[in-house]
């Protein structure tokens, strides 16, 4: 769902619609959608029910919206496009940035057709940028890039789905901007540089078992 710049007419409409998005996203993220009321989401908006309806006829269509705005949100405004330092003071500096998080990892874990469509969501937004060279930034060759978009986006996941226990580690808030000021660096080292290469005169390719009951052909078969 877009929000796009609102006339004088029509700016309490959006705000209200605005208001909505966040109370929604703040509470499905720690109840769940199908612990969260949409009178519940109505008080922490501070709107009527009749309103919220208004707006939306169902909790699915809200949390379908949550989900393009989140997404729009991170990988649109805060790091669309932008240098690495740029994206990453966008997106630490944004005082929402807990909820948004909580949400998707919510979202992704709540073993229902709306998690189930916010990781497929995220899969593909990860595909549409690989490949693409941006602020500086290029792609190195890879050899899959609709499995490597899959790999990323569970490996960009993980530090959501183990929040907790890297800010016990760390000492942090969980979702917080502390806890991943503490992780990023060393991610951005793993995205650019990698952790493992070729010792001279090895294959070029680390060995991969074939895939049982399959002779030759490798991770790379087709």
């Not at 690495?84 to 003071?89: F, L, N, T, Y």
């Not at 990023?184 to 680390?206: D, H, K, M, R």
Request: some cysteine; aromatic content about 4%; hydrophobic content about 40%.
């Amino acid at each position: 769902m877009d929000l796009p710049a609102a006339a004088p007419s029509d700016a309490g409409v959006l705000d209200v619609r605005q208001r909505i998005l966040e109370a929604a996203i703040e509470l499905f993220g720690t109840r769940g959608v199908a612990g969260t009321t949409t009178r519940a989401i109505a008080e922490t908006a501070g709107v009527s029910l009749s309103l919220l309806l208004h707006h939306y006829i169902s909790k699915e269509t809200l949390a379908a919206d949550c989900e393009d705005y989140v997404v729009r949100t991170i990988l649109e405004e805060k790091l669309g496009g932008h240098s690495m330092a740029e994206s990453a003071a966008r997106l630490l500096g944004d005082p929402k940035l807990e909820s948004r998080l909580r949400f998707i990892t919510r979202q992704i874990t709540d073993g229902s057709r709306s998690g189930a469509r916010m990781f497929d969501r995220m899969v593909k937004e990860t595909r549409a940028v690989i490949g693409k060279d941006v602020a500086g930034m290029r792609w190195k060759a890879t050899s899959d890039p609709d499995t490597l978009a899959v790999v990323l986006t569970v490996y960009g996941m993980a530090p959501l789905l183990l929040a907790d226990h890297l800010a016990r580690h760390f000492g942090t808030a969980p979702y917080s901007a502390e806890t991943l000021q503490h992780i990023g660096p060393v991610l951005l080292e793993l995205y650019v540089n990698g952790i493992i290469e070729p010792v001279a005169g090895s294959e070029t390719q680390p060995p991969w078992p074939d895939t049982p009951g399959q002779s030759g052909g490798g991770r790379h078969a087709r």
